[in-house]
């Protein structure tokens, strides 16, 4: 039976998840949307939405999802009055309201698959998986070097270099020590670089986890870049073709400092995903102190977070698990709602 679970992709920012999401797209049953702002928030924010077994609440969650311009709906070119009908009508959970949205917009392609991409997810897969309990995962894996320099020269990036490390070590830390506990079936680790060497075999190996067919347009990703917003002009060469021209780039992009500060901290991880070092001295004590302060920071901040949701599960009105798959349904005990609306074919 075909597989109808959504699929998450996440990786370290500047890693390439742009590029995989667009190679996602052009598979003839998936469709990933540019990367949305609603589902974490959402789930952030649930205990303001109050009880979604009542209707006027699922209302009041649905226009927020659609009319809250930082939720980035408006890219998605869906009917916000349709999607609202449909989140009102549908079953009473947060999940599920958000599985709509992305259910949409797969429908609007003539898709039956849906899902979300956001580099950040890798910080929030245990909300994910309490919002869609039968999610895969997948997660791109690039040389940190080259993700440290490529996030320096984002418009939209104003963090310390110091940041950008700590956030490709997180990412990395994640799949050498989060992903093992994940349920089977639901994580999968590709790089970057081998992905854009040999997309193909990579690409294969993918879509065999996902259950589905490898078709070759998945190697063509530049033919979906319409979906990628044109303001987002740092994603200009997903209008391209795949290329390994920018791996390794850190050479010529980073400081020796810089170079010497992502060897240092990082050597373990680069070491266990085949990066090798590229001789750089070691870095200086003053840079070391800079680094472990900024990642105790942040360790802190995700701390807090997890404490601060830990509290509100207490209080939650309803759960929030999605009941819009079959593998939602089976795990909920229950059947599959009858309102399932159509997937027009185009």
């Known amino acids: 039976m075909p597989s109808d679970r959504p699929i998450f992709i996440l990786g370290c920012p500047r890693s390439g998840t742009t590029m995989l999401q667009l190679m996602m797209h052009a598979h003839p049953r998936i469709a990933i949307p540019p990367e949305t702002r609603f589902v974490t928030a959402a789930y952030q924010r649930r205990l303001r939405f109050g009880d979604l077994n009542d209707p006027a609440r699922r209302r009041e969650l649905a226009d927020w999802i659609v009319g809250r311009r930082q939720s980035r709906f408006h890219e998605l070119k869906l009917d916000a009055a349709k999607v609202t009908e449909e989140i009102v009508e549908g079953p009473p959970t947060l999940g599920s309201a958000l599985g709509i949205v992305l259910r949409a917009y797969a429908a609007r392609f003539g898709k039956p698959r849906w899902g979300d991409k956001r ?72 790089r970057y670089e081998d992905l854009t060497r040999d997309p193909e075999t990579e690409l294969r190996g993918l879509c065999a986890f996902l259950g589905e067919e490898f078709d070759p347009a998945v190697c063509e990703p530049s033919r979906m870049a319409r ?46 995903y085949g990066y090798e070092p590229g001789g750089a001295p070691g870095a200086g004590r003053l840079q070391i102190l800079a680094y472990e302060h900024t990642a105790a920071r942040r360790r802190l901040a995700r701390l807090k977070r997890v404490t601060a949701d830990r509290l509100v599960r207490l209080r939650e009105p309803n759960p929030p698990a999605a009941l819009l798959t079959e593998g939602q349904v089976a795990l909920a005990g229950g059947t599959r709602p009858r309102h399932e609306p159509p997937v027009p074919v185009t």
């Not at 998986?129 to 997660?139: M, S």
């Not at 994603?235 to 850190?250: D, F, K, P």
């Open 227 to 272: 979906v990628v917003p044109s303001w987002k002009s740092w994603h200009e060469r997903t209008r391209g073709e795949v290329t390994t021209a920018r791996s390794g780039s850190w050479k010529e992009r980073l400081t020796r400092q810089e170079i010497a500060l992502c060897e240092s901290v990082l050597a373990d991880r680069l070491k266990a």
């Open 119 to 190: 580099p950040a997810y890798f910080q929030s897969v245990d909300a994910l998986l309490r919002l869609f309990p039968d999610a895969q995962f997948v997660h791109l894996i690039r040389d940190g070097r080259d993700c440290v320099a490529s996030l320096k020269e984002m418009p939209w990036y104003d963090g310390s270099v110091y940041d950008a490390v700590s956030v490709w070590a997180e990412a990395i830390d994640f799949a050498r020590y989060g992903a093992p506990g994940l349920p089977a079936g639901s994580y999968y680790e590709l």
